[in-house]
């Protein structure tokens, strides 16, 4: 399912969306249960659209009075973010086509306005519906569906949904667009940033159980992805893909820890596969670097304390990829907080890391060379010191500021845009956020 | 004379600024029906449910937590008596899952009278209020201040 917001103003109002929300036949080629999915996908998209236009009573409230089914909630970001080095483009994730460089302020990275609309049947039955406006591949703020789905839930506490839903595969990872939920401005960006996939279209089905002293809850969730990221002058299309995946959480007191995994068959290979022929590259040597139909699997793990003033994070991923082309990620970071009255100052340390892969065509080979700068795209070997202070200066409004002092290699490059010669692997950047959420 | 009444507003004014903004310090204690099968809940129990990880009563049956108003200074009280959280860490927390659709805050009664109401008409619905308003149509199940 591809939603188009052509010719749409950046953070359009909610009466611009029953307007503007159309949907293409791009993924006709996909049979079955593609198909069936976005038949689905466009009656709840066209139900969550309308919902809000026909019922006039709003509460954009957390809690609301039993009456209320329809409850409205808007989150936002404004941000700004300072890199120092004049020799890549700092973003947030590899979505982004450009950002803050050589000392410049830009909104660019942390900038989002999200609208929510719950409806709400009955205490199991209930349809959301979310559009976010932030920086995308294409350089616009053009609006996006994020989550279109029909929420059910059984007398037995089993939940199931069906629609867009968040990319939930590593823990926090569908609330890292929504600032007031999180400590820091922007989630980790050697955890987070390489991570360009906010939504699936598909469905979940998740049970959670007593278990000893805690709660176990497992969750399976099946789809298509629907994004692009940028890719140098070209778009790479990772719509289409299959994914699917688990969670397992157990939550006990102040303590939670997930295991996942999930994984992505690519449906359109990457620019570089065309780039590589165009050039004379033999048929074998662009198959084995290409990502069409190569699998990418996600394991991850983390664990959350979080009692009274405390909150503490760790993470750690692994991503292996199929294709000989891309590059194995690790990366894992650790985050601490302490409320003290409105102040939290936070601090914490990251690190993300791509064993290099190696392709050796032997001998005086004349692709080599190019091969190795194929394998150096995404490759990435960096740590990230983060310290920095959140502010609640009144009730669902923060204000941070952060320091990220990022040291790494020259060659470092696959968590920045537009690297240039001169790159030592080290930026700062600095950033102030005011954050809120209704 | 004019003067004397300026005074009296002043300080009447002040007086209404302390009354609001002056920490509530209720006892506020954790209700369920007189109708209700559950005869204890765990402070881990009562979590489980408000903060919506567990909405079941130990007999199996969906329990329906509310509310009182935001504007009520002891929602506050009961949120940093039973979780150690300042509201606006709540409030944050909420943020988190509505707006990720992963769970939905408890209903919201309308004030105190409201929530006793609605207590006692369902046996598997649990509130928060203050001690001294209850009455024999609820019991208390815990106190979150102990």
Redesign the interface.
Known sequence: MVLDFDNVPPFPGIEAAGDILQTSDASTSVPGMKQTLNLIGNLLQTLCIAAPLLVSSLSP??????SDALTL?Y?GTIGLARATSEHIQYVSDLSQPNGSSAGNWSAKPDSVL?M?A?Y?FS?QT?V?T?IVSRYRYNGTYRPEVM?A?A?FTA?N?TEF?VGR??T?FYM?A??RL?G??NLTISPSLDFFGQLPLFHIDGADLSK?I?AG?G?LTGKVFAGYTGEKVPFGDANWNLGDSPMLGANIDY?Q?DWSYRLGYAQMRMKHDWPVSDQLTALGFPAVIVEELSMNNKTSRYYSAGLIYD???IQLQWMANKVVQESLGYQNYYSSYVLAGY?MG?LTPFAGVSRSYTPSKQLNLGPDNPFQAGVDHVLDISHTNQTTWTMGMRW?FR??MDVKAQLDCIRGKSDSTFLFRGNTLGWNGSTDVFSLAMDF?F | MKSNRLTRIIRCTLLLALMISAPVNADVVVIVSANCDATALSRREIINIFMGRYRFLPSGHAAKPYDLPTTDPRKAQFYLALTGKKISDIDAYWARLVLTGNASPPDEASSQEAMLDKIARNPWSIGYLDRSIIDNRVRVIFDPEH
């Open positions: 409230a957390w809690a609301d009075e039993e909630h989150f999200g929510q719950n709400a205490d209930e959301v979310q989550w789905y929420h007398e506490g949904r839903l968040g939930d926090l569908d609330s929504i007031y939920t959670t007593q002293n709660l939550h007191d009692h009274g003033p409320s409105n609640n009730r669902n959420a």
